[in-house]
């Protein structure tokens, strides 16, 4: 079994647990549901749902993997039964595509003393053609910097992270709350940057591309041609998880990048809908998704079929 935290979002959250009923029972799930947005969130259904889950009700706004996770770590340190061994952050607007652990997450031995396994915002950075073009639109790929790793697909070994000071993870320098003994000042001293920055100074590894489906740079500023865009669509719906960035999400197909439009699988998200309370649906946003799937699917179709024809593809 695996622990899977997850910080709730209103509407999208509901996507996110929706992609988790028909999977497995090996994980239990860590929902951390903001205070104002308590009284609204689907707390009995979740509860009635799955077999295994704990509801916890955050504070916080912002910086919300380092915070969940320093909050989860003081809470279960001396509980007996603890956590598993293997904890998965899976943040945003995330929805799972393959089952949770089964031929996906590694066995509890392949960790062995790692803190985790971590990703790069860059999903093209080793390509032996797209890595340059990172630098050619201003954003140089930089191995150790924080901010291109990502905070919301994290795999933590819980038996190296119960053991760390929250200061030396989830704290930038010497830049300690004034009350560090009380918790929760030092969770409200909890920077994501900070979390990331600090991986990289421990024992980790890199997940495999496909464990964390996102919209690439790259994508987002039209950089690669029709054919990679629909290599990058056929990468994305086959992977282990998908969360594609509230400001492509939510708006409509005609304000967002062709490439985005094309290269994003909307219909792993429409499929879910059903799956998802009627009192939990936003309708205008599962109209602006299902719009975009079915656009997609009529032009990727068209201009696939030319390219077959033009020898192009």
């Not at 209103?10 to 029972?25: G, H, I, R, V």
């Not at 915002?121 to 990172?134: A, L, V």
Request: charge should be positive; hydrophobic fraction near 40%.
């Amino acid at each position: 079994m695996i622990e899977i935290v997850h910080q709730y979002k209103k509407d999208w959250s509901m996507f996110t647990l929706a992609s988790l009923l028909d999977k497995s029972k090996d994980y239990r799930i860590h929902l951390y549901v903001p205070e104002h947005l308590w009284d609204d969130a689907p707390i009995e259904w979740a509860i009635a749902h799955f077999d295994e889950i704990k509801i916890y009700q955050s504070w916080w706004n912002t910086e919300d993997t380092a915070k969940m996770i320093c909050h989860l770590k003081n809470w279960w340190k001396d509980k007996v039964p603890s956590l598993n061994k293997r904890i998965l952050v899976a943040g945003g607007n995330r929805i799972f595509l393959r089952e949770i652990v089964t031929g996906n997450i590694p066995e509890e031995d392949f960790f062995m003393k790692s803190l985790s396994f971590i990703s790069h915002k860059h999903r093209f950075k080793d390509h032996p053609r797209f890595k340059n073009y990172y630098s050619r639109i201003g954003v140089p790929t930089i191995e150790n910097a924080g901010s291109q790793l990502d905070p919301e697909m994290i795999l933590f070994n819980w038996d190296v992270l119960k053991n760390f000071k929250d200061e030396d993870l989830f704290m930038p320098g010497n830049d300690l709350p004034r009350e560090f003994y009380n918790l929760d000042a030092r969770i409200d001293g909890c920077t994501n940057l900070a979390l990331m920055k600090n991986l990289k100074l421990f024992k980790h590894s890199m997940m495999p591309l496909y464990m964390n489906g996102t919209v690439d740079t790259l994508l987002d500023k039209d950089c690669l041609g029709l054919k990679e865009v629909a290599d990058y669509n056929n990468m994305l719906r086959k992977g282990y998880s998908l969360n594609i960035q509230h400001k492509w999400a939510m708006r409509g197909y005609i304000h967002i990048p062709i490439s985005v439009q094309l290269g994003i699988p909307w219909d792993c998200y429409t499929s879910l809908i059903d799956k998802i309370p009627v009192q939990f649906r936003n309708a205008r946003l599962n109209e602006a998704l299902l719009q975009k799937a079915q656009k997609q699917k009529e032009t990727l179709g068209k201009l696939l079929q030319t390219g077959f024809k033009l020898g192009k593809l």
